[in-house]
């Protein structure tokens, strides 16, 4: 079965940085377009970066600069290295795959940025 298992999690304080790992099983890893969202309390679920299986990248604006997704896919993994955090950054942040038609969500994990 296809699971998203995330890691990285925590608490830092404001300026701080952070690196957050999803492992991917099931499938054939290198050719799933991977992305990182994030949702804060009372908020909608944002895009944050996504990774294409060739590696392309993008960002939102508001984390460009300061945030870098790459891949390892010897490893099945994507990160999210987190660098300069704001309080603005806390929320809940959810590893996704695309595979064909298919999408899949890990079970998201709480980075909490205190000023």
């Known amino acids: 079965q296809v699971q998203l298992r995330e890691s990285g999690g925590g608490w830092v304080q404001e300026g701080g940085s952070l690196r957050l790992s999803c492992a991917a099983s099931g499938g054939i890893f290198s050719a799933s377009a991977m992305g990182w969202y994030r949702q804060a309390p009372g908020k909608q679920r944002e895009l944050v970066a996504t990774i294409t299986s060739s590696g392309n990248t993008n960002y939102a604006d508001s984390v460009k600069g300061r945030f870098t997704i790459s891949r390892d896919n010897a490893k099945n993994t994507v990160y999210l290295q987190m660098n300069n955090l704001k309080p603005e950054d806390t929320a809940v942040y959810y590893c996704?795959?695309?595979?064909?038609?298919?999408?899949?969500w890990g079970q998201g994990t709480q980075v909490t940025v205190s000023s």
């Open positions: 996704k795959r695309d595979y064909g038609p298919l999408t899949y």
